[in-house]
């Protein structure tokens, strides 16, 4: 009795030990499927992997080869549902997806609306592909300035979204965008606001400590090499700390220079 019960703990120990590991890969589908190297299992019986499941389901696809597919599209995904991927294998191997990216997210957004009102902008986008944050952009100084951020749904259906925004006088223009893996940005198109603001000014040209605006707003400075020292939002900026010299200065959606004393 005592060598079967041997033998019986014997046999869960190998078992144990020959099953040994997963590879979970989570994201969402792109219509695109999986390709994965399997090498031979180290008793040169049999391949490494011995499972795959899709969303804890087992897949019926054929694994028993030194390279194979896993087949996403029979399980009539649409794109940017979310994806579980489980990879079982042996001990003392380890299995290679050499796709895994096509699981990411992509920016395919469409903004179907998008407008200005309360101080807000606000869009409906379709067609996401996956979760990505939206960047709010501001047209000021120039350039496009960030000014929000908000996570996208990520899926295809009609999606609703907001930002708060800070309107300098005259036009404001605004956009978002998305950026996935492949570096890819994906753009809406702009939209412009008209607002009834005074253009905000500031004082005094030559400053020992402090600058004044006539009321709160945006602003940059930077030194005469083009390096920026002071970025923030609000009436006044104190400027005791710098060294004597020519600044530039952005405001509202003005560019300006004052003189440090």
């Known amino acids: 009795m005592k060598r079967v019960i041997f033998s019986l703990i014997t046999g869960i120990l ?8 997963e590879i979970v890969l989570k994201g969402t589908f792109q219509g695109e499927n999986l390709f994965v190297k399997n090498p031979f299992a180290p008793s040169g019986v049999g391949f490494c992997i011995y499972e795959v499941a899709v969303n804890g389901l087992t897949t019926t696809d054929e694994i028993n080869s030194s390279a194979f597919e896993v087949d996403l599209g029979v399980y009539e995904f649409a794109i940017g549902d979310k994806i579980s991927v489980t990879i079982k294998y042996k001990n003392d191997c380890l299995p290679k997806i050499l796709n895994k990216e096509v699981l990411n997210p992509r920016a395919t957004f469409e903004v179907v609306s998008m407008d200005v009102k309360d101080d807000k902008i606000h869009w409906e986008t379709i067609k996401e592909s996956g979760s990505l944050p939206f960047i709010v952009e501001q047209f000021r100084w120039n350039k496009w300035v960030k000014v929000g951020e908000v996570d996208g749904v990520g899926v295809s259906t009609k999606n609703e979204y907001s930002a708060p925004v800070r309107l300098h006088s005259g036009e404001n223009k605004f956009r978002v965008k998305q950026v996935d893996y492949r570096n890819k940005t994906t753009y809406s198109d702009n939209v412009t606001f008209m607002s009834g603001k005074e253009p905000v000014t500031f004082s005094p040209k030559k400053a020992e400590s402090t600058l004044t605006f006539s009321e ?46």
């Open 14 to 21: 190998c078992i144990t030990s020959v099953f040994a590991g």
């Open 216 to 261: 709160d707003t945006s602003y940059e400075i930077y030194d005469e090499y083009g390096g920026i020292v002071f970025k923030g939002y609000g009436k006044q900026v104190n400027i005791g700390g710098l060294e004597k010299g020519k600044y530039y200065i952005n405001f509202d959606n003005q560019m300006d220079k004052f003189t440090k004393k």
